[in-house]
Structure formats: C-alpha cells, structure tokens
C-alpha cells in the first residue's frame, strides 16, 4: 500500500495525502477525513525512514560500539537511551567487533539513512576514521577514550590516573610483587591507558616491569580465568594482581581459589570498573567504580546539543571515579 493507493481510494491526489500525513499544508477537513478514513481502514503506515529523509531529518542517534557482552557497556546504552529519549530521539544500535572495516561500514550506513548524529566506542579513530567523520559532517562523540582529535569530542574516565591510584594503593599497602592481567586491544577501548597507569605507579616507586607477571587477555572471566593460569605457571608468584576489568578479575579469583590460594592472604586482588557483581562475590573486590551511565548520558546530551548548532565545552569530559577498597587486599 502507498499513498498512490491512498489517493486512489480516498478519491483525492497525491499531493492532499502527503499534506494529511505530513501536516505540512492545510487541507480541508473533509478530504482530511476521507484520507484518514481510508488509512484506517487499510491499517496503513507512512514510510518513516522516507518521510525523514524528504525533511533531510531523522531524529535518530546511531550507536557504535565493539559489543554488548559487557556489563558496562549494558550502563552506557542506557545512558544513552535515558537522555535521547527525553529530547525525543530514538536510537539504533550496531555492533562493530572493533574492527576498521566494520566501523567504517556502519559509520556509512548511518550516514545513508541520515542519522542526526553518532557515538561510538571505538580503537580505531584515527587516519581513514576521522577523514570519513570530518568530511560527512555528522555530529560524532567518541566514548570510552580520549578522542585525541580536535574535531571529535569524547567522554570517559580518566582511565591512566585511575589505574595509577589503584596500583599506587597496592604498593602503599606494601606490596611489590604486583602481576597485571591487561586488556587486549581491541577488547577494551581504554585498556592500553589502563597498563599505562600500572607501568607509571611501579615505575615511581622504583619496581620493574616483570614480563612473566603482565598477561593480555579478552575481557571475559573465562578469560581471567585463563591469564590467571599463565601467571601461577610463571617462574614466582605475585602477592598482588592488578586486572583491566572486573570481569577478568572475578575470573582470576576463581583460578586462585580453585588451586589452593587464597585472597587476599596469598594474592590481594584489584579490579576496575565497579560492576554490581564485584561487591557480590566472595570475598568482596576492591575495584575502580564510576558510572558507565554517566559517560552514555553526558556523550548523548553534548551530542545532542552539537546536533542543534550549539557549541560544545569542554571538548573532552571525564567523569569522576574512585577506588572502592573491600576485602580483596591486606597490608604485608
């Protein structure tokens, strides 16, 4: 059914049915009604997706990011979706696996359906990315990072200082022994700032880098579990283990726990990311906590402004955060 048909039925032109469901030009009430009437009858309804591109508008955010199978990122959509939905945009999301050529396939996908403006999580902004997200002149914030770009704002924790304070606490609690199970890339947008902020806490207090105790991992707990086995197999035993993620860290508890060692009186454990499941497990994780969801409404609400002319300031946001100490580290 088209509005061809519409008009067909209702006994009127074409152009009378475009201004009944566009309200875009007065319109008689009586051939109104006779358009109304027929729309009801044959339960028809208008092409959206070509109503917003006649008005070269379609009030629509389009998502990016590398995949949902994280808890955090579970937050950030919803912070997303809180904030567009009280301005009145809808959102649709894809799932890039984190690759350039997924990204970019998207990023023009959105773009050939008009999206008003796009956030995206992303390893990969920088060269052929960026040249796309400037020449098509969609409105873009980049989540999880620092975008490092003058043209694309960004919102996220300041994940280097993060790291720093929750190793600095370990070596405050006297432990020099400190392993870390680090994100690869690609995983965790943020998870080569995060073994940064590591590599600068031992460097300031004077403590190697210890290559057997430093494990790349995917950021699942059978993951964590998995790191976890390569450092114990390693030549000596840490006393502390710093991990990229929370979710890697519950996975490293286990394996310690699994194989006689306990936490923290063999191995004090720290996480990052505050998820929900950290303060269930036994015993309790110490952790970075901030709110995923504050980042997903910070970017909307700034993407959305950028959306409607206005300028955005700052142009980077970090949203605030702290070291939840629990009952996975003690002093030695």
Same mark, same amino acid.
């Given at each position: 059914?088209?509005?061809?048909?519409?008009?067909?039925?209702?006994?009127?032109?074409?152009?009378?049915?475009?201004?009944?469901?566009?309200?875009?030009?007065?319109?008689?009430?009586?051939?109104?009604?006779?358009?109304?009437?027929?729309?009801?009858?044959?339960?028809?309804?208008?092409?959206?997706?070509?109503?917003?591109?006649?008005?070269?508008?379609?009030?629509?955010?389009?998502?990016?990011?590398?995949?949902?199978?994280?808890?955090?990122?579970?937050?950030?959509?919803?912070?997303?979706?809180?904030?567009?939905?009280?301005?009145?945009?809808?959102?649709?999301?894809?799932?890039?696996?984190?690759?350039?050529?997924?990204?970019?396939?998207?990023?023009?996908?959105?773009?050939?359906?008009?999206?008003?403006?796009?956030?995206?999580?992303?390893?990969?902004?920088?060269?052929?990315?960026?040249?796309?997200?400037?020449?098509?002149?969609?409105?873009?914030?980049?989540?999880?990072?620092?975008?490092?770009?003058?043209?694309?704002?960004?919102?996220?924790?300041?994940?280097?200082?993060?790291?720093?304070?929750?190793?600095?606490?370990?070596?405050?609690?006297?432990?020099?022994?400190?392993?870390?199970?680090?994100?690869?890339?690609?995983?965790?947008?943020?998870?080569?700032?995060?073994?940064?902020?590591?590599?600068?806490?031992?460097?300031?207090?004077?403590?190697?880098?210890?290559?057997?105790?430093?494990?790349?991992?995917?950021?699942?707990?059978?993951?964590?579990?998995?790191?976890?086995? /390569?450092?114990?197999? &390693?030549?000596?035993?840490? *006393? @502390?283990?710093?991990?990229?993620?929370? $979710? !890697?860290?519950? =996975?490293?508890?286990?394996?310690?726990?699994?194989?006689?060692?306990?936490?923290?009186?063999?191995?004090?454990?720290?996480?990052?990311?505050?998820?929900?499941?950290?303060?269930?497990?036994?015993?309790?994780?110490?952790?970075? /906590?901030?709110?995923? &969801?504050?980042?997903?409404? *910070? @970017?909307?609400?700034?993407?959305?402004? $950028? !959306?409607?002319? =206005?300028?955005?300031?700052?142009?980077?946001?970090?949203?605030?955060?702290?070291?939840?100490?629990?009952?996975?580290?003690?002093?030695?």
């Amino acid at each position: 059914m088209t509005i061809k048909d519409i008009a067909r039925m209702a006994g009127v032109s074409i152009s009378t049915v475009s201004r009944v469901i566009n309200n875009s030009k007065p319109v008689q009430d009586d051939l109104r009604k006779r358009v109304l009437d027929v729309m009801e009858q044959t339960k028809f309804r208008p092409n959206t997706i070509a109503q917003n591109l006649a008005k070269n508008e379609s009030n629509l955010i389009g998502v990016m990011l590398p995949e949902v199978k994280n808890t955090v990122l579970d937050e950030l959509i919803h912070g997303i979706n809180h904030v567009s939905r009280i301005y009145g945009y809808n959102t649709m999301l894809s799932l890039t696996g984190g690759t350039l050529e997924n990204e970019l396939h998207y990023f023009n996908l959105f773009r050939g359906i008009q999206a008003d403006g796009i956030i995206l999580a992303s390893d990969n902004l920088k060269g052929e990315l960026i040249e796309l997200i400037e020449l098509s002149g969609i409105p873009c914030i980049l989540v999880g990072r620092d975008a490092h770009s003058a043209s694309i704002p960004s919102v996220h924790v300041d994940n280097i200082t993060a790291a720093y304070e929750a190793v600095t606490y370990l070596i405050q609690q006297g432990h020099r022994r400190i392993a870390m199970i680090r994100a690869r890339s690609g995983d965790v947008a943020s998870g080569d700032h995060r073994f940064e902020g590591y590599r600068m806490a031992l460097a300031e207090a004077g403590i190697p880098l210890a290559r057997d105790w430093i494990v790349e991992s995917g950021i699942t707990v059978e993951d964590g579990i998995e790191a976890m086995r /390569k450092i114990r197999e &390693s030549r000596s035993m840490p *006393t @502390a283990l710093f991990c990229a993620t929370d $979710r !890697i860290a519950i =996975g490293a508890m286990h394996d310690l726990m699994e194989n006689g060692l306990r936490i923290p009186d063999d191995v004090s454990v720290v996480g990052f990311d505050g998820i929900d499941m950290s303060a269930m497990i036994r015993p309790k994780l110490s952790t970075v /906590k901030y709110s995923a &969801s504050e980042i997903g409404m *910070t @970017a909307a609400r700034n993407l959305i402004k $950028r !959306i409607r002319g =206005g300028e955005v300031s700052p142009r980077h946001w970090c949203v605030s955060h702290y070291l939840e100490t629990r009952d996975s580290v003690r002093s030695i």
